[in-house]
């Protein structure tokens, strides 16, 4: 996509992310996304705070994660997000996981969204201007 907004966010692995082996938990994998996807959203001209007021606000409907390699205890992440592709009313985006310094690739992921309208529980049509400022294909 042309223009695709991303973003870097940085994590450590804290006690509480892991296991009794020192091994990062699989769902902590998806709040270090979760991040990720909130600030890129910010980058995509979505504030949190004015759609939850507005009743219209992105929602996860389907999440497709590999875990390649764990993370540890201490370690220090990179999580980076970009907008993948849209279609009329969801949007994909695109995280890698790595360990900051090496880059080992740890988790691929990629989250489908649709904005939701709370009152009724309906999908919406994505924002006419992302398409004139990202297209509509997917990134390569």
Not at 12 to 24: K, S
Not at 56 to 76: F, G, K, M, Q
Request: with cysteine; glycine share 8%.
């Amino acid at each position: 996509m042309k223009d695709a907004p991303s973003l870097t966010t940085r994590e450590e692995v804290m006690f509480f992310d892991t296991d009794a082996g020192g091994v990062v938990h699989n769902i902590a994998y998806l709040r270090f996304i979760e991040t990720c996807r909130t600030r890129l959203a910010g980058l995509m001209g979505m504030d949190m705070r004015a759609m939850m007021a507005a009743g219209e606000v992105p929602v996860v409907v389907r999440t497709e994660i590999d875990y390649r390699s764990p993370a540890r205890l201490s370690d220090h992440l990179e999580i980076h997000g970009v907008l993948d592709s849209m279609e009329r009313a969801r949007f994909w985006c695109r995280f890698e996981i790595r360990r900051r310094g090496e880059g080992t690739l740890l988790v691929t992921c990629r989250q489908a969204l649709a904005l939701v309208q709370l009152a009724t529980g309906r999908p919406q049509r994505l924002p006419a201007d992302w398409r004139a400022r990202y297209g509509t294909g997917a990134q390569a």
